[in-house]
């Protein structure tokens, strides 16, 4: 299978490649030489080649991230490299047109160490994997929970667990629904960390931590907090307590996501982020990212898309009892909307007063802030 390349031979790889895309990925970002190789049915490499040979890849990743409530399928892409003798070319261009012409998901996203490469493409930051680091007797102090009760989380909690993530991620915005064929095992993937604890408010499930011990003990040693979720206050503080009690054999524990919880509950300061791994995302399908998504309030406008891969187009958005369309408009003196603007409003990452500030809006879209309210875009998986 080929894809539009702009002229360049532009291929889905194949296991005949496995080595050669293997050695590109570990030249690219390091790694373990000794790690598994191995090809994955479910994705799809693509590759640049010259003279036979592959000199730049990327892989296309089917998931589904939750907005407004609703699970939107998602392109993701990673793994993009390129030969250091053949970067500067357009490869990496080539590549993204071929991968994402090749889906039929409304979004894409990706873990951007350049942005601004992507956002030639539509790409626009939105979000950011983040992880921070606490002093251990910080998080000691936080009140409440008491009536929580914590046991290890067991493999047979696996559906608890997943309905948990469900829980706290569709009340979220860009989180992953973590059902695809990119999370094979599902929640049983949890329990593969050092400590799961689950906390049970009146016999009901409401939280879980899972976080790995990490080696030796004294003021260096740290742990490494996967993802703390939580459906009440009470949990939160319970299974922060818990993290809290291996102060006297760890100094600080990295907290993965967002923090703004933290904030709330902790009596000290959360420093800012010591990791940060900004992601971008892209509108491939206007009309079927609005469908597939929740909204928060009724709004009907109409706008100008300035799409310079994809062509401009004049459309009508209407929002009824929660669900959106996208159509066809007509008239003159639109609102003009950039592309890179339709992503940051879609994961609620910026409104469009900040559009205005940043050249990616001309006009004004009346009502929509309303629609499209909730909180700010975060992730805890990286892909």
């Known amino acids: 299978m080929t894809g539009p390349g702009d002229g360049r031979p532009v291929r889905l790889t194949t296991d005949a490649q496995l080595d050669e895309a293997w050695a590109l990925g570990l030249q690219a970002f390091g790694g373990d030489p000794q790690a598994q ?35 939107v399928p998602l392109a993701g892409v990673a793994g993009v490299a390129v030969a250091p003798h053949a970067r500067g070319r357009g490869h990496v261009r080539a590549l993204l047109r071929a991968l994402l012409g090749s889906s039929d998901a409304p979004l894409a996203g990706l873990y951007a160490t350049a942005p601004g490469v992507y956002r030639s493409l539509g790409f626009e930051v939105v979000a950011a994997w983040e992880e921070t680091r606490l002093p251990l007797p910080t998080i ?36 992953l629904t973590r ?4 999370h094979p095992a ?16 009146d016999g009901l499930p409401s939280g879980y931590v899972a976080y790995d011990r990490g080696r030796g003990y004294g003021s260096h040693a740290e742990l490494l907090v996967h993802e703390l979720v939580s459906t009440t206050a009470e949990a939160t503080a319970a ?3 818990s993290v809290a009690g291996w102060r006297t054999v760890a100094g600080t524990v990295r907290f993965r996501g967002p923090t703004a919880g933290l904030d709330v ?26 469908a597939a998504r929740g909204w928060a309030a009724d709004v009907d406008l109409a706008f100008d898309l300035v799409d310079p891969e994809r062509g401009d187009r004049a459309f009508r958005l209407t929002v009824q009892n929660g669900v959106g369309r ?21 994961a609620g990452a910026a409104d469009p007063a900040a559009l205005r500030r940043l050249g990616l809006l001309e006009g004004s879209l009346p009502g929509l802030p309303a629609a499209l309210t909730g909180p700010r875009p975060a992730l805890h998986d990286y892909f």
Not at 276 to 286: A, E, G, K, T
């Open 186 to 201: 599902g929640a049983m993937a949890v329990l593969e960390a050092d400590v799961v604890t689950l906390a049970l408010q």
């Open 239 to 241: 299974l922060l307590r």
């Open 265 to 290: 509950l902790l009596t000290d300061v959360v420093p800012g982020p010591h990791e940060r791994r900004p992601y971008s995302l892209r509108v491939l399908d206007p009309v079927a990212a609005v």
């Open 37 to 71: 190789r191995r090809s994955a049915p479910e994705r799809q490499q693509w590759g640049v080649f010259e003279d036979g040979r592959l000199v730049a890849k990327a892989t296309g990743l089917r998931h589904a991230q939750w907005f407004g409530g609703a699970p």
């Open 140 to 175: 000691a102090g936080v009140s409440g929970g008491d009536d929580v009760r914590l046991r290890p989380a067991e493999p047979a909690d696996a559906p608890v667990l997943q309905e948990l993530w469900n829980a706290v991620a569709a009340s979220s915005q860009g989180e």
């Open 326 to 346: 996208l159509g066809a408009a007509l008239g003159r003196g639109l609102p003009r909307l950039h592309t890179r603007g339709l992503a940051l409003l879609y």
């Open 179 to 182: 059902v695809s064929p990119h």
